[in-house]
């Protein structure tokens, strides 16, 4: 048993499960899950082979959480360390995405210019492999983001166009410059000499970009990951369509960010510098006057002798006015806080206290914090935009930072005055003593002293000097790159050849499944012996299998066929429906047409007569004669012209090919069929066929359309009605229930017709009509099937026919 003749049985049997009917329904279409992976594996080949590829380029930093300075134990180096605290991971991240340094990337890359070549699909960028490079006068004008094309020539000229509206068409010499109001640059070959001979002819263009939307493509594309939650190891990656520019930018990125940290780190120190050279200054003017003063003094009068005591006075005074000018110094340091405080726009590090030789610890301690303070708003500033509410909290701290400052500087003003005042006055006291000296010798001793004075500042200021420039040097960088960006670790994320593949394979298998599988859900016509048990109570008498022969006397011409078998399945079905004596009249009609109706009356009129039965074949469809085609026999005579009483009863019986199987054509469509067949003559005809035959078998109109059929029921014994699978809408059951209900078609039997696989959804009937119908009949169904039963309606299109065939509604 084929499968075909498997999927028949099964359709007509309720207590199979549904599943098997969608294996053989799935087997059956086979073909479809065919086409759909050749259309999905030749759509992915597309892809994979034309799709611009995009690779991912990684690296790996390191970020140290903890002071990276020296480890010296003076004083200076502590001060200047202690503000250098431990990284905020979170910063950095942001720090890394923000404007600035991913702007300074961009232009020491020298991104500004894009190379293409064009392709005959796609256009891939050529970085570092154009033969030409373009130089900007960027003195003038130069339009972004308009792609200007070079065919190259030679290795002395190519063509300049500029398409569009400026409508550009040159050929220009390479390092030739090209000027107008919206474009200056100039061409130049990068090696004449190597000019190959694959270059000419090949077009290529170039793109002049915005600095600002490249630098933003770049750090939104930049992703930045936390390898682990306890350590401190970033992951850099970033995507793009050219792996060796985008090497080259993770790269350059991770030098800057490192760079810029260490210049973060050395501004302290460059700040202690500048302040004390700016104090070096000041003293060194004062040294060398008082320097030559001692000299040309010693050189004018000879050696003079000091006394132990005077010598001893004279000491101390030295280190008096040093403890005076020490704290001179620290006034100026006080003032320069005083004046970064009062300053609105100063975001610098302070200065660490112990340049001056400070140690207050409260001191110390409000400083770190206020450039704690400054170093996080400036990491904000970097990573988002003015308006981020976390500056305005911020800021807030910082204002209450720098009045703590403030109260302590004015507190500390006050103590270094009154050491000052103390001090003034031991000067004073000493100066007294030291006046009873004769002349010449206090005029040495204060020159002297002045001299010892400022040279002892010096070499201070000297010493603090050489300990902030060591304290620079020791700077290292919190950050170090623990896996630099290679090409040969690049890797291609898009297109994902094998991922496609699989994706094919999957859509190629489920697209055709689910296609039947929704199809077959959302199919609201009858397709199997369930859907009409569901439906109606009628009987179902039986079932004709599908027509692959191409004739439509399949009973008659293939008599061993499983058609003519389901014919004669019928015919003993109906021997118990026609029980009674006098029962012999069989009308067979149907909803609509293009059911079958007409094959079917004349099959199972020719298998009753292949079984030695008298059996007459009446065609009573006055509207659209048929059955005279099918038996190629004369329809100038027939039933029409016998109502109207130009055609005798004897001259109405024509023979066949069968000797027990006769025909009664329509005869001419006559205007007014309806009215004809209430003529009293068809009971005549009726009464006097049912002496002279064994079985009169009447095709009809579709019943839903003309009302002709249900007038003949007054002549029937028994009344089949055709449905075909796959074809009749489940709403026609409900029509059949109402006229069986309203007793307007006795004794009604359903025969299903056209049961098949092949056609399940969508294909060639074995049999065709020219019926073509727009009939609403109040169940929710249109039809639509060609019509010379209303002459205003026209013949279907193409396109509609494809529909139908296709079963769409």
């Known amino acids: 048993m084929d499968i075909e003749e ?40 597309f892809i994979n082979r034309y799709t611009e590829p995009i690779y991912r380029v990684s690296s790996s930093i390191i970020v140290s959480d903890a002071d990276n300075t020296s480890s010296r134990g003076d004083d200076l180096i502590k001060g200047l360390s202690v503000i250098q605290k431990g990284k905020n991971i979170q910063n950095e991240i942001a720090i890394l995405h923000s404007f600035d340094l991913n702007r300074t990337v961009i ?9 293409f070549i064009i392709g005959r ?5 050529q970085y570092g492999n154009c033969p030409f490079y373009v130089v900007l006068d960027t003195t003038k004008a130069n339009m972004e983001n308009y792609p200007i094309n070079i065919t190259l020539i030679d290795n002395k000229t190519y063509k300049l166009e500029i398409n569009d509206r400026f409508s550009i068409s040159e050929i220009m010499k390479y390092g030739e410059e090209f000027s107008n109001d919206n474009f200056n640059f100039s061409i130049y070959l990068k090696e004449p000499g190597k000019f190959q001979e694959n270059f000419a002819s090949k077009k290529y263009f170039f793109r002049i970009n915005n600095i600002t939307s ?51 780190k050395n501004k302290i120190a460059d700040n202690t510098v500048k302040f004390i050279d700016n104090q070096i200054a000041q003293i060194i003017d004062s040294l060398q006057r008082t320097e030559n003063v001692l000299s040309k003094f010693k050189n004018t009068h000879n050696f003079i002798d000091i006394n132990k005591e005077s010598e001893a006075n004279f000491t101390k005074l030295e280190k008096l006015e040093a403890n005076q000018t020490l704290l001179n110094l620290k006034l100026k340091y006080y003032n320069y806080l005083e004046n970064y405080i009062n300053s609105k726009n100063a975001e610098e590090d302070i200065i660490a206290p112990s340049v001056m030789g400070i140690d207050d610890v409260m001191l110390r301690n409000l400083i770190v914090k206020l450039n704690e303070l400054i170093n996080k708003k400036n990491q904000i500033i970097h990573a988002s935009s003015e308006n981020n509410p976390q500056l305005t909290l911020i800021n807030l701290e910082i204002e209450d930072a720098k009045n703590e400052l403030k109260e302590n500087i004015k507190s500390l003003i006050a103590a270094n005055q009154i050491s000052s005042v103390d001090v003034i006055r031991q000067i004073d006291t000493l100066n007294r003593e030291l006046k009873d000296l004769p002349a010449i010798k206090q005029k040495l001793l204060n020159i002297q002293r002045k001299f010892n004075l400022n040279d002892n500042i010096y070499t201070y200021l000297l010493e603090k000097r050489a300990e902030a420039g060591i304290a620079k040097a020791s700077n290292i960088p919190s950050v170090r790159v623990l896996d630099k960006a290679r090409l040969e670790n690049v890797g291609m994320i898009s297109p994902n050849r094998s991922k496609n593949k699989t994706v094919a394979l999957l ?8 296609l039947i599988l929704i199809i077959d859900f959302f199919n609201d016509r009858i397709l ?67 059911e ?158 056209d049961v098949k696989i092949s056609s399940y959804y969508g294909g060639k009937y074995g049999y065709g009509y020219g019926y073509s119908y727009y009939y609403n009949y109040g169940y929710g169904y249109k039809y639509g099937y060609g019509s010379d039963y209303y002459e205003d309606l026209e013949a279907d299109n193409l396109l509609t026919k494809i529909l139908k065939t296709l079963r769409f509604k």
């Open 6 to 45: 498997q999927y028949q049985n099964l359709i007509l049997d309720s207590d199979r499960i549904d599943i098997k009917k969608y294996i053989f329904l799935i087997l059956s279409k086979w073909y479809l899950i065919v086409i759909s992976l050749f259309i999905a594996f030749s759509v992915v080949y």
């Open 528 to 594: 199997e012996k369930k859907d009409i048990e569901r439906n109606t109570k009628l009987p179902i008498i039986g079932a004709v299998g599908h027509n692959t022969k191409q004739t439509e006397h399949v009973v008659l011409e293939s008599p061993k066929s499983s058609i003519t078998e389901s014919f004669r399945t019928v015919r003993t079905n109906l021997k118990y429906l026609l029980v009674d004596k006098g029962s012999k009249v069989i009308t067979i009609t149907s909803t609509i047409s293009g």
């Open 596 to 753: 079958g109706k007409t094959f079917c009356a004349s099959n199972l009129a020719s298998v009753i007569a292949l079984s030695g039965k008298k059996t007459l074949l009446v065609g009573l469809d006055l509207r659209k004669p048929r059955i005279h085609k099918q038996f190629n026999v004369g329809n100038k005579e027939g039933l029409s012209t016998y109502l109207i009483g130009k055609t005798p009863f004897e001259n109405l019986f024509q023979p066949t090919e069968n000797e027990n199987l006769f025909i009664t054509t329509s005869g001419p469509a006559p205007p007014n069929p309806a009215e004809l067949i209430e003529n009293e003559k068809l009971d005549v005809f009726f009464n006097q066929v049912r002496k002279d035959f064994d079985y009169i078998i009447i095709d009809t109109p579709p019943v839903a359309l003309v009302s002709d059929a249900l007038y003949l029921n007054q002549f029937s014994d028994t009344n089949l009605f055709v449905v075909r699978q796959n074809f009749s809408n489940k709403s026609v059951l409900g029509f059949m229930n109402e006229l069986a209900e309203n007793k307007k078609m006795t004794n009604m039997n359903i025969l299903v017709n």
């Open 121 to 125: 699909i796609r256009t891939p960028e």
């Open 507 to 514: 859509i190629g298998l489920i697209a055709p499944l689910l």
């Open 214 to 264: 490249l630098t933003n493509q770049y750090r939104y594309k930049l992703s930045t990951v936390l390898s682990s939650e306890e350590g401190t190891i970033l992951n850099l990656s970033i995507k793009g369509y050219v792996p060796k520019k985008e090497v080259a930018y993770l790269n350059k990125l991770t030098e800057v960010y490192i760079r810029s940290g260490l210049e973060e």
């Open 107 to 115: 232009q020491e890359l020298d991104f500004r210019i894009s190379y």
